[in-house]
């Protein structure tokens, strides 16, 4: 069993940076893809990007050139490094670990999730 706690978050302004971290305890996270969701207020969550266990990469095209996700080498942290924000980007980040197939945007592949931390982005 996984368990993931998130933290990083905080207030930035628009075209400021910020860097989340997501650190698992209970099991190594290295069979798991590791995916970072939001939910904006009054909004639906949605998925941000995912690291897979080959290290691949994939990105909502809203963040995509502008957000990175990475692993360290020991597989007990995932981060999500953001750049030129914005203030549609404000919102509560989550991570989650989940063994799924192409679907790394669906909630529904992610068996973990953390509990969450809020970026805001000011104008």
């Known amino acids: 069993q996984v368990q993931l706690v998130e933290s990083g978050g905080g207030s930035v302004q628009a075209g400021g940076s910020l860097r989340l971290s997501c650190a698992a305890s209970?099991?190594?996270?290295?069979?798991?893809?590791m995916a970072w969701f939001r939910q904006g207020p009054g909004k639906e969550r949605e998925a941000v990007g995912v690291?897979?266990?080959?290290?691949?990469?994939s990105y909502a095209d809203s963040v995509k050139g502008r957000f990175t996700i990475s692993r360290d080498n020991a597989n007990t942290t995932t981060y999500l490094q953001m750049r030129n924000l914005k203030p549609e980007d404000t919102a509560m980040y989550y991570c989650?670990?989940?063994?799924?197939?192409?679907?790394?945007?669906?909630?529904?592949?992610?068996?973990?999730w953390g509990q969450g931390t809020q970026v805001t982005v000011s104008s």
């Open positions: 690291i897979y266990t080959s290290g691949t990469t």
């Open positions: 989650a670990a989940g063994i799924f197939g192409s679907a790394w945007y669906s909630a529904s592949s992610y068996q973990h």
């Open positions: 209970g099991y190594s996270t290295s069979n798991y893809a």
